[in-house]
Each structure stands twice: as C-alpha cells, then as structure tokens.
C-alpha cells in the first residue's frame, strides 16, 4: 500500500512543494515512479527509477528517497502544475499506485 | 512519434463483456510491456495488468485474476484487454499505457493512450 500526504497542498508561485510517498512495505528505487494528472488528461510520466525524470520534464521537479520513503519536490510551483500527483510502485509483479495529492496554487 | 490510439467509448449492461483495443506504431509497440490502467469517475489510478507483445508475456493485477485477459495481435501492433461480468462499478476510463524502457516491466508508463470510457448500467 502506498500512502500520499498531504491530500491537498496549497501554495503560492515560486513557492517550493514537496510530496510524500510512504509504502507499507520497502520499495526497490528501480520500481518507483511520480506522475502528474490534469483534469481530463491522462497521467504524464515525471519521475522514474525513483529519482530519473522523464523525457521533457522540467528540472524544477525531482524525486529522491529510498526503501519506504519517497520524495517528488517541485522547487517553484507554476500555475500550470496544478493538477494531481501521483506514486507508483511495484512488488512481485503487482503495480500499485498512491491516492494522489492534489495541489493548488494560491 | 509515439502513439497509442484506443477504441471508442462503450455502453455495457452489467453480466456483459467488453475488449478494449490499444494500437501503437512501430517500435514503440513489440518491445515494450503495454499495460492497462483505469480510474473511475473522481477516483485514483488501478493497475489491472499488463503484457510484453514480442514475447506475449502476461502480467494481472490479482483483483481481476479469472475475470481480465490481455492479448496482442503483432501484425496489428495491436493489444486487447477484456473485461467479464462487468459490474456497475467497473465504470472507468481505462487506458493503455507503454513502459518507459524496452522489455522492461513498471519501471513508469512513459506514453498513455487517450482513454476509453466504458460505462456499465443496467
């Protein structure tokens, strides 16, 4: 089970934002992914191999963390990442994804 | 380019079926496990399985282990994803979506399709 905190994050332009994602049990990095979903889109890989962002991604986004816990900070929210994000992890062969937070721009 | 491109949105009364097709170009489609992701009307992301077309290698979520097949028709660079007796609450957008490296399994899904909407009402 992964677990994503806060539920809803506020925050003003240029103001660094920072999510968390915390697993029941430890996660390889190999297997640890961030995505971004805007209302009516489908998800945007950002970060992948906990901490490799993907083709075209900016690098005000990055991921950081290891066995249980992880990071996806974004240095200087923009409007335009308003939207939910979400973790993704994988076990034994079963994919698993967190129930996203969702942020706001003040 | 990379793209994939599913098949419409379906009406389906509950005890029914419904396949789901997912068909990408070229490369970007044999060599790569392709799976299958829904999300239901305001809720989050729900794997339900995934397949690596060149070797027809089948990954499933166990919630919909007996009730899902994933499939794939390489001469169509195309995969499948069936759903038996649909319940009410398996209304979701479902997509398809491409691992983000060659023979690779959920490293991260890199390429989604633009998504079906299968609704299921008596």
């Known amino acids: 089970v992964l677990t994503q905190s806060p539920g809803t994050l506020s925050l003003s332009p240029g103001e660094r934002a920072t999510l968390s994602c915390r697993a029941s049990q430890s996660v390889s990095t190999t297997y640890l992914a961030w995505y971004q979903q805007k209302p009516g889109q489908a998800p945007r890989l950002l970060i992948y191999?906990?901490?490799n962002r993907a083709t075209g991604i900016p690098d005000r986004f990055s991921g950081s963390g290891s066995g249980t816990d992880f990071t996806l900070t974004i240095t200087r929210v923009e409007r335009e990442d308003v939207a939910v994000y979400f973790c993704?992890?994988?076990?034994?062969?079963?994919?698993?994804f967190g129930q996203g937070t969702k942020l706001q721009i003040k | 380019q990379v793209q994939l491109v599913q098949s419409g949105a379906e009406m389906k009364k509950p005890g029914s079926s419904v396949k789901v097709s997912c068909t990408g170009s070229?490369?970007?489609?044999?060599?790569?496990?392709i799976n299958w992701v829904r999300q239901a009307p305001g809720q989050g992301l729900e794997w339900m399985g995934g397949?690596?077309?060149?070797?027809?290698?089948?990954k499933d979520a166990q919630k919909f282990r007996g009730r899902v097949s994933i499939t794939t028709d390489e001469s169509t660079s195309t995969v499948y994803m069936e759903l038996r007796s649909l319940r009410p609450d398996d209304t979701a957008v479902y997509y398809c979506?491409?691992?983000?490296?060659?023979?690779?399994?959920?490293?991260?899904?890199?390429?989604w399709g633009q998504g079906t909407l299968i609704a299921v009402s008596a």
């Open positions: 191999g906990a901490s």
């Open positions: 979506a491409r691992d983000v490296r060659r023979s690779t399994f959920a490293y991260g899904f890199d390429h």
């Open positions: 070229g490369d970007a489609f044999s060599n790569y496990f």
């Open positions: 993704q992890q994988c076990t034994s062969s079963q994919v698993t």
């Open positions: 397949i690596l077309p060149i070797y027809a290698v089948v």
